[in-house]
Every structure is written in C-alpha cells, then in structure tokens.
C-alpha cells in the first residue's frame, strides 16, 4: 500500500475545492486513486526508458513492455518477495512448457494452457 502524508490544510482544501470540468488535475482525486494514477502514468515513462536502452544503448530485451510489467509488479510487492515469486512463477510456467511441447500440441493450445497454468499459480500464490 502507498502511503501519502498530507497537511490538514491540503486536505480540507481539496475536499471543498470546486469541482469544475476544468479541473483536469490528478490531485483533485482521493489519495488512493492518485496513487493508481501514478502508478499508470509510469508505464509510459517505463516503455519510452526500454526503448531508449534498445535502440540507442543495444541492450536486448523481452519486449517493450514486459520489462515495465515486471517492474510494476516489483514495485507492487517488496523485491525480495517479488523475484521469489517471479522466479518461482517462470520456472514452473517454463517446466509445464517443456512438458506440453513433449506432447506436440499445436502452438496456441501449448501457449493458452502455460497461460492458464501461471494465472493459476499466482492465484494459489495469493493466498
């Protein structure tokens, strides 16, 4: 959970500010929703930093966004907690892989069942 300390001040004149449609600011909001709109806000400056490393520095990586996905999650959780969990998450996804290309199932069969097998081990991780 993000914390935000606010004066009382700030938050009794946020609370009676008038609410115009001219009034696009993101700290009109209440405290939680402001921090998913910062939150949100990231992933542009995330993806526009993963592009900037590929093409102009040549780092290879997986994708545009899936590191960003991967540093909201770590953000999310703490970063011990998130790469036991990453780690653990990728290598039984990579396991159950390994094990339904062994069967030969077509492409997108193989892909739809490590998909519903990850969604499954977060679920269950969850807990």
């Known amino acids: ?9 700030a938050a009794v004149r946020n609370h009676y500010s008038e609410d115009t449609l001219l009034n696009f600011s993101i700290h009109s909001l209440p405290l939680e929703e402001q921090a998913l709109f910062q939150t949100i806000l990231l992933i542009p400056i995330g993806a526009l930093m993963v592009v900037f490393l590929r093409v102009l520095v040549g780092i290879k990586t997986s994708g545009t966004f899936m590191p960003v996905l991967i540093a909201l999650a770590f ?9 036991i969990g990453f780690l653990l998450i990728v290598a039984i996804g990579l ?10 199932l077509l492409l997108v069969a193989r892909v739809s069942a490590v998909i519903i097998t990850v969604i499954a081990i977060i679920s269950i991780l969850r807990f």
């Open 75 to 83: 953000i999310q959780t703490t970063l011990p907690t998130g790469l």
């Open 95 to 104: 396991i159950i892989r390994n094990y339904l290309s062994y069967l030969n």
């Open 1 to 9: 959970m993000m914390t935000h300390e606010q004066p009382a001040s």
